[in-house]
Structures are given as C-alpha cells and as structure tokens.
C-alpha cells in the first residue's frame, strides 16, 4: 500500500509519504519516501504513524491488512489528510523509484480472503473513477468556507444515512438554510451529495 498526504477539500495535490507491507506481530513495514528534514515532513510523517497505529491498535481488528484494504475505498479516506491507496503487484506505484514492500500474499488457505482481495482490486478501478468525479468538483468546494463546507457535508451524509426517504430534522434544515448555505449555491451542493452517495455504494459493494 502507499500512503500520501494532502487536503484535497483545499485543492492539495496528495504527496506520497510512505509505503506498507503486510503487519507482522502487529508491526507494519513501512519504507518512508520523504525524511524528516523539514517542518512541513516531519508534520506528514507524524500524521502518518498515528494512523498506522490507529488501525493497527486502536481499531483492534483481527486482520489490520485486510481492514486497510477496505479504508481505501472509504469516504473518510476520501477527506482525510493521509490517504491509503492499494496496488496489486502488477499496478504501479508513484514516480519514486523504489522497490515495493509489500510481501506475496498467500491466499492457498484461504479462499474467502483470496475472493475479497480480487474485488478489493477490481474495485480499485471503481475508486480511481470516483477519484477523477473528485477532482473535477473540488476546486469548486476548496473555494467554499470551512464552515460552508461542513454545512454542505453535514447535510449530505444526512441524505445518505436516511437513503433519501426521510425528511431532514428541522434543527438541520434550519442551519442549512443560513445566509452562509445559500452562499454556496444548490449546484455545489447537489455535486458534494453525489460525491458522498458515490462513495456509499462503493463501499456497500466491497462490503456485500
């Protein structure tokens, strides 16, 4: 897996930081594609190993690899600052050369796993599709306030969570409505909503 960073929300072009392979006695190899040599890096690389032990202690998950895997294709990997992306062996990586670290992973005794790994990759191709649909709103979006831009997100995952068949709490509505919303424009909103429920049936199908 690779790792990047960036906040896409503000138009940042993510920056590859790091590389994973498979956890071992719940440590992950990790080949690291930037030093500490600068503020701005260190601060990468310390967001980096936080989520690296998120998933791998905090969640607590029997397979840390595997739940890695399913985080790549997440919305919240989507606006986090550290993104995971999955590579099979035969996709490339970024630009910097430098070998992979990611071990065979053998699936002999384990059919189950093997079938999630072969549509985590073919859902891989899916992702990249939402990521271009990404790119071509979030210059829109990074012109928004930070506050306009919680609004907009707020009332898209309420969408998503009543599956469009339920009215929105009148608390909700009412600070939707606020100057600060209409600012925004129904077009932007209507794109972050599609964003949103384009990564919800993205992650229902690597679920089901």
């Known amino acids: ?26 440590v992950f ?5 930037v030093s500490p040599l600068s503020e701005e890096h260190e601060k990468m690389i310390k967001a980096t190993k936080n989520q690296l032990d998120y998933f791998l202690i905090e969640l607590g ?7 890695a895997k399913y985080h790549c294709g997440t919305c919240s990997n989507v606006y986090s600052k550290v993104h995971w992306s ?22 002999r005794d384990s059919p189950s796993e093997h079938k999630k790994i072969i549509r985590f990759s073919r859902a891989k191709q899916e992702q990249e599709q939402y ?16 506050e306009l831009r919680s609004h907009c997100m707020n009332l898209a995952v309420m969408k998503v969570w009543k599956k469009w068949d339920e009215e929105l709490p009148e608390d909700a509505l ?18 972050l909503m599609e964003i949103v429920l384009l990564m919800e049936d993205f992650c229902g199908d690597v679920l089901s």
């Open 86 to 107: 999955y590579y099979n062996k035969d996709e490339a990586l970024s630009g910097k050369p430098t070998e992979s670290v990611s071990p065979p992973i053998d699936t």
């Open 61 to 67: 998950e029997k397979d840390p690899w595997l739940y």
């Open 29 to 33: 190899p990790v080949q690291w594609l």
């Open 174 to 191: 009412a600070v939707l409505n606020d100057q600060s919303f209409l600012e925004c424009g129904d077009e932007n909103v209507v794109k």
């Open 131 to 146: 990521r271009l649909t990404l790119e071509e709103i979030k210059h829109d979006i990074a012109r928004m306030s930070e």
């Open 1 to 26: 897996m690779e790792l990047s960073y960036g906040d896409v929300w503000n138009a940042e072009k993510p920056q590859p930081i790091a590389r994973i392979g498979k956890p071992k006695n719940h």
